[in-house]
């Protein structure tokens, strides 16, 4: 236990270097592998498109790896430093209840991550996005959803953190009961975000109306009654004031299973080719996707609840940080927990998310007869959407949450 600190650096030095060793294997296989065409998109790719694909993925990761560095610079400096302590204890000085010092503890670091993206962030939509044609932002707009975000993040990080500061009180010893009974509260919480996303996050961020075209609504209408999954909404959300990306997603569970379709993918894409994906999000929802990765995020909150509760139950860890308020004492247990061993344990966590888009797009092929729609969908969206399609398979392991659109081509061919 006296280790504690030890180990938190020792960890986070460990992923430092695994996860920047990556990208630059990441990067260096793309520089290798460009100019070169996978086979199966030879007929597709013509050499502007491949040099384009090139060099918005190679800006991409230099952004990235940018991001990173900076990111995990200022972590080290806050943390390790004599910056946390000090922060902490300002904190604690503050005449306020326990519990408001606690919001604000989290506020501050919450609204400067917030200051410090906020360049990046631009950077990134009017210098990368725009170079590529991809950026629709004004930028009012832009800053308006920066803003919501904020806003949005606040409203649950306080709720959250009332919740566990009320759970914790500010000292108490190890007991099962204390364990059980914070995963039932976190639990029901993750639940409840599950019903509240698609009906009062969402709304927040895009307009939301049924898909207005009658062909296509007829045709999706006979496509979600041949699947018999009950959905309750299918919404169009206007992306394209934001940027030119195409997607689709499935949310909500029970009764609220939304899927929302992106503007950009309705107005861009053939009836065909918005059918096979629609297929590709009812099959996550007939394969009850939503429902495993809400287990697997259940035993997840399982393990970092016992991890908590036994770590916190103890002053020592924290010692070595000069941490002695409970507040600080969660963030340092959140952090070692949400960075370093869900880092871990990510590639196990993104074969399961891999699994699931096979056989999304598997339940596809079988609903609509044939593969070919959503074959032929995936391939427009490398061309639109300018997809890596030289990936380095360690980091498609590691950090994909889908399969790259190859491989899915390839098994909806298979
Ligand atoms: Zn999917």
Request: hydrophobic share 50%; charged share 15%; glycine share 6%.
């Given at each position: 236990?006296?280790?504690?600190?030890?180990?938190?650096?020792?960890?986070?030095?460990?992923?430092?270097?695994?996860?920047?060793?990556?990208?630059?294997?990441?990067?260096?296989?793309?520089?290798?592998?460009?100019?070169?065409?996978?086979?199966?998109?030879?007929?597709?790719?013509?050499?502007?498109?491949?040099?384009?694909?090139?060099?918005?993925?190679?800006?991409?990761?230099?952004?990235?790896?940018?991001?990173?560095?900076?990111?995990?610079?200022?972590?080290?400096?806050?943390?390790?430093?004599?910056?946390?302590?000090?922060?902490?204890?300002?904190?604690?000085?503050?005449?306020?209840?326990?519990?408001?010092?606690?919001?604000?503890?989290?506020?501050?670091?919450?609204?400067?991550?917030?200051?410090?993206?906020?360049?990046?962030?631009?950077?990134?939509?009017?210098?990368?996005?725009?170079?590529?044609?991809?950026?629709?932002?004004?930028?009012?707009?832009?800053?308006?959803?920066?803003?919501?975000?904020?806003?949005?993040?606040?409203?649950?990080?306080?709720?959250?953190?009332?919740?566990?500061?009320?759970?914790?009180?500010?000292?108490?010893?190890?007991?099962?009961?204390?364990?059980?009974?914070?995963?039932?509260?976190?639990f029901a919480l993750m639940l409840s975000?599950?019903?509240?996303?698609?009906?009062?996050?969402?709304?927040?961020?895009?307009?939301?109306?049924?898909?207005?075209?009658?062909?296509?609504?007829?045709?999706?209408?006979?496509?979600?009654?041949?699947?018999?999954?009950?959905?309750?909404?299918?919404?169009?959300?206007?992306?394209?004031?934001?940027?030119?990306?195409?997607?689709?997603?499935?949310?909500?569970?029970?009764?609220?299973?939304?899927?929302?379709?992106?503007?950009?993918?309705?107005?861009?894409?053939?009836?065909?080719?918005?059918?096979?994906?629609?297929?590709?999000?009812?099959?996550?929802?007939?394969?009850?996707?939503?429902?495993?990765?809400?287990?697997?995020?259940?035993?997840?909150?399982?393990?970092?609840?016992?991890?908590?509760?036994?770590?916190?139950?103890?002053?020592?860890?924290?010692?070595?940080?000069?941490?002695?308020?409970?507040?600080?004492?969660?963030?340092?247990?959140?952090?070692?927990?949400?960075?370093?061993?869900?880092?871990?344990?990510?590639?196990?966590?993104?074969?399961?998310?891999?699994?699931?888009?096979?056989?999304?797009?598997?339940?596809?092929?079988?609903?609509?007869?044939?593969?070919?729609?959503?074959?032929?969908a995936l391939k427009k969206i490398i061309?639109?959407?300018?997809?890596?399609?030289?990936?380095?398979?360690?980091?498609?392991?590691?950090?994909?949450?889908?399969?790259?659109?190859?491989?899915?081509?390839?098994?909806?061919?298979?």
């Amino acid at each position: 236990m006296e280790q504690f600190k030890n180990i938190f650096i020792f960890l986070f030095c460990l992923r430092i270097v695994i996860d920047f060793s990556l990208k630059i294997i990441n990067f260096r296989h793309l520089k290798k592998n460009a100019g070169r065409v996978p086979p199966m998109l030879a007929e597709l790719v013509d050499t502007q498109t491949l040099r384009q694909i090139d060099s918005y993925n190679a800006a991409k990761m230099r952004f990235g790896i940018f991001h990173f560095l900076v990111k995990n610079i200022l972590v080290v400096l806050f943390l390790f430093t004599a910056v946390f302590p000090v922060y902490t204890s300002w904190i604690g000085q503050i005449p306020l209840p326990y519990y408001l010092q606690g919001f604000l503890f989290f506020f501050i670091i919450q609204g400067a991550v917030w200051l410090i993206e906020l360049p990046m962030a631009y950077y990134f939509h009017f210098g990368i996005e725009a170079r590529f044609g991809f950026n629709q932002y004004t930028r009012t707009g832009w800053l308006f959803d920066c803003l919501k975000d904020l806003l949005v993040n606040t409203v649950i990080m306080g709720l959250v953190v009332l919740l566990v500061l009320w759970f914790l009180g500010t000292s108490f010893s190890f007991n099962w009961t204390k364990v059980i009974f914070g995963w039932f509260i976190a639990f029901a919480l993750m639940l409840s975000f599950n019903f509240i996303f698609p009906v009062m996050i969402t709304p927040i961020f895009y307009r939301l109306k049924p898909v207005t075209d009658d062909s296509l609504q007829g045709k999706i209408a006979v496509l979600v009654a041949r699947s018999g999954l009950k959905i309750k909404r299918i919404l169009v959300a206007d992306e394209s004031r934001k940027s030119t990306h195409a997607n689709a997603m499935f949310s909500g569970i029970g009764k609220y299973k939304t899927v929302i379709l992106f503007d950009t993918l309705v107005n861009n894409y053939s009836e065909t080719e918005i059918l096979a994906i629609l297929a590709h999000e009812i099959g996550h929802g007939k394969r009850k996707h939503l429902l495993k990765i809400n287990t697997i995020a259940a035993f997840g909150l399982f393990c970092f609840i016992l991890f908590a509760v036994y770590l916190l139950s103890n002053s020592i860890p924290f010692a070595a940080f000069g941490i002695n308020l409970m507040y600080g004492k969660f963030y340092l247990t959140y952090l070692f927990f949400s960075e370093l061993v869900a880092f871990f344990v990510q590639p196990i966590v993104m074969q399961f998310l891999q699994k699931f888009e096979y056989e999304a797009d598997a339940f596809s092929k079988q609903l609509l007869h044939q593969g070919e729609p959503l074959a032929s969908a995936l391939k427009k969206i490398i061309i639109h959407e300018l997809g890596n399609i030289n990936i380095h398979p360690w980091y498609e392991k590691i950090y994909y949450s889908h399969p790259s659109m190859i491989r899915r081509i390839r098994a909806l061919n298979g």
